[in-house]
């Protein structure tokens, strides 16, 4: 079995990439690749956001064949919910961004029917993980994200898109990722830690530790179970 995970930061799977369990091959700039139960696991470290994320995914898609890919890292909730701290599975994403401005309303590329939004790898206007394969992780809470170049701070903005998309979590780079692995097909699940609340920036209630060791202590788990298939 042959396995890539895809993180933006380091400091997001720095605790995975330090266990003992995992023995180190080869090291190459933003790529590593280590040995758990003798299976390969790649770990790239892409760099924030969704371009950076799809351009690295799609890139080692299409120079290495891998069984199955990963990406791990934080986000925020606009669940309360769901606790600071817990790991889940977001199985859906899309690009909340991606549509036109008519004054001061915002129109989805769905709603003025862009090409593209509601064709493959679309489904609905998601992109769809397959974390069916991943029974591994089974247990984790199910969540919709979506995925923004500009993280919410904003009282008004927060509220319009909770009035428009129905939505758990916000990252980053879950669309990249998901979008790159349905291009090139490969069994995909974007694994993410929630580290705040989406609402006005206050970093005094975040709990970004928590959520970088609950996040490398369940993925360890689901890959030492996954690399014994």
């Known amino acids: 079995m042959k396995i890539l995970i895809i993180s933006a930061t380091e400091a997001e799977i720095a605790p995975l990439l330090g266990r003992e369990e995992l023995r180190t091959i080869s090291t190459d700039g933003n790529h590593r ?3 758990l139960n003798n299976q390969e696991i790649h770990f790239v470290t892409t760099g924030i956001g969704m371009t950076a994320t799809a351009a690295f995914t799609s890139a080692f898609l299409a120079k290495h064949s891998f069984d199955c890919a990963i990406n791990a ?8 919910e769901i606790p600071l701290g817990e790991v ?8 909340s961004e991606l549509g036109v401005e008519d004054g001061e309303q915002f129109i989805s590329a769905d709603k003025i029917g862009l090409h593209g939004i509601s064709q493959w790898p679309y489904t609905d206007g998601w992109i769809l993980d397959s974390n069916s394969y991943f029974r591994e992780f089974q247990s ?3 969540c919709s994200g979506i995925t923004v170049n500009t993280v919410h701070g904003n009282d008004d903005s927060i509220a319009d898109i909770k009035s428009r998309i129905t939505v758990d979590v916000e990252s980053m780079e879950g669309a990249g990722f998901l979008y790159s692995c349905r291009l090139i097909p490969t069994p ?3 694994l993410r830690a929630v580290s705040n609340y989406v609402e006005r920036r206050d ?3 975040w709990n970004i530790p928590k959520a970088i060791d609950n996040l490398n ?3 360890f788990i689901g890959l030492d179970k996954l690399t014994k298939r």
């Open 203 to 205: 970093k005094s209630k």
């Open 33 to 35: 690749v280590f040995i």
């Open 217 to 219: 202590e369940i993925l």
């Open 188 to 190: 995909a699940i974007q």
């Open 140 to 142: 984790l809470r199910k």
């Open 73 to 80: 890292g934080i986000c925020g909730s606009f669940n309360s």
């Open 88 to 95: 889940v599975i977001v199985e859906r994403e899309c690009i």
